[in-house]
């Protein structure tokens, strides 16, 4: 129906979360349609990325240095780890602008069904991080399953050890929510998390 070419990029950008074939198609056309505004550009863009972006071998960050932005910023204050599943968790705590700490991504959760052991995580090098002076306080901000909340369980034995506070993130009522469009789940947790006015 159409060139391999045009084939190839259909079946790459289907692979894309939240894209099947129908989206990649109707992306490829619009590609094609805007080639000298959006497709050369957006080539260019790939490929420098895939050349320069790298993981920080600190926190696990993706940046086109080593070590990342984060990190290798003196602002940030060092006695805060935050422990997140992965990158992308980390880019939405930053787009709050209301953590100042620095981050370690974990590459995951554990998982059982999956087969995904500590040993499969980046657990060790941040045991190792929640040892290193200065560090006081370990934030587990994985998420509400079953599986991040058994790896942020499994963290809290790891760093028991340690001389840090193990704190995670509230749960609850999200601003801007109904309690009646709420699941129960969410409503427990904000029943547990009150606090005093």
Do not use: F
């Amino acid at each position: 129906m159409s060139s391999p070419e045009i084939e190839r990029l259909i079946q790459l950008l289907a692979k894309l979360p939240g894209l099947g074939p129908r989206s990649a198609r109707r992306a490829v056309l619009a590609l094609i349609r805007r080639r000298e505004t959006l497709l050369t550009p957006l080539a260019k863009a790939l490929n420098d990325a895939a050349e320069a972006v790298r993981v920080c071998s600190t926190c696990g960050n993706v940046d086109s240095r080593d070590p990342c932005t984060i990190c290798a910023d003196g602002r940030r204050d060092v006695s805060l780890l935050c422990v997140v599943e992965d990158v992308a968790d980390l880019w939405a705590l930053e787009r709050t602008h209301a953590y100042k700490g620095r981050y370690h991504v974990l590459g995951g959760t554990l998982s059982a069904l999956d087969g995904v052991t500590p040993e499969d995580l980046n657990i060790p090098s941040l045991v190792a991080r929640a040892a290193e002076d200065g560090v006081r306080e370990v934030v587990l901000a994985t998420s509400l399953t079953v599986d991040g909340q058994t790896t942020a369980h499994y963290i809290t034995d790891r760093l028991e050890g340690a001389n840090v506070t193990v704190s995670e993130l509230a749960h609850g009522v999200p601003v801007g929510g109904e309690l009646d469009y709420l699941d129960d789940g969410t409503l427990q947790a904000a029943l547990k998390q009150r606090r005093e006015l």
